[in-house]
């Protein structure tokens, strides 16, 4: 089944204590994002993906970190967690991102305390 | 820049009747525009999608949009709507030139469906 696999579901965890949200898929997709969503904000994006070694910032960078090594996967990294970044994060894929839209993780449910 | 805009943050309507969730864009050319739709607890599903051509697009589980250049409008309809249609829906839009490959969400519409 064609899907983008996100782990952790749910995650709680303490200020300043580094996790690593992944993300994997399986349709040899080129484009891959990550994002937020906030009540009353939508989604907003965080990092994006073109392809293999090559990452940007989106809207809402800040406190993040992205790799790209390989094809399928496009890791989500918080050095040092803090509670405003307690969220609800999104990973998705495209082919090639300009006109194909998304498909979408199934979320991954952030608390920092 | 690009942007859009989703007016209604909660729609209501019963079981049966028609729907429109209305969405405008604000962008230099014809965007590519987008509807996703988030059912409780699960991530976003594309319902459709606009490039160019056919200004009325058919889109999966009986959507369907209509792009207005005039009023640089995108608005989703049904003719009928299920309970199971309860959901948040998401307009997007996304820039076709000079690399803005970034994506733009509007803040969503909640659909409440009544019985």
């Known amino acids: 089944e064609a899907q983008v696999t996100q782990n952790p579901r749910y995650l709680i965890t303490v200020t300043g204590k580094k996790l690593t949200v992944t993300c994997s898929q399986n349709?040899?997709?080129?484009?891959m994002s990550w994002y937020r969503q906030d009540p009353g904000l939508g989604l907003r994006q965080i990092y994006y993906s073109m392809n293999v070694e090559v990452t940007d910032k989106g809207d809402v960078p800040e406190g993040y970190k992205v790799s790209r090594k390989e094809k399928r996967n496009f890791p989500l990294i918080l050095e040092s967690p803090s509670p405003n970044q307690t969220s609800l994060y999104f990973c998705a894929s495209s082919l090639r991102g300009i006109s194909y839209g998304y498909t979408f993780g199934s979320g991954t449910r952030l608390t920092v305390v | 820049a690009q942007s859009v805009t989703q007016p209604d943050i909660h729609i209501t309507v019963s079981e049966g009747a028609s729907l429109e969730l209305r969405c405008n864009y604000s962008y230099g050319a014809t965007p590519y525009l987008f509807w996703y739709v988030q059912s409780p607890g699960q991530g976003l599903q594309l319902l459709l999608k606009y490039f160019s051509g056919d200004t009325l697009v058919q889109g999966i589980k009986g959507f369907e949009a209509e792009f207005k250049r005039s009023q640089s409008s995108f608005n989703l309809r049904k003719p009928s709507v299920h309970w199971s249609d309860a959901a948040e829906y998401f307009c997007?839009?996304?820039?076709?030139?000079?690399?803005?490959?970034?994506?733009?969400f509007g803040r969503g519409t909640s659909l409440i469906v009544h019985p």
């Open positions: 997007a839009v996304q820039g076709v030139s000079g690399g803005s490959y970034i994506p733009t």
């Open positions: 349709m040899n997709h080129e484009y």
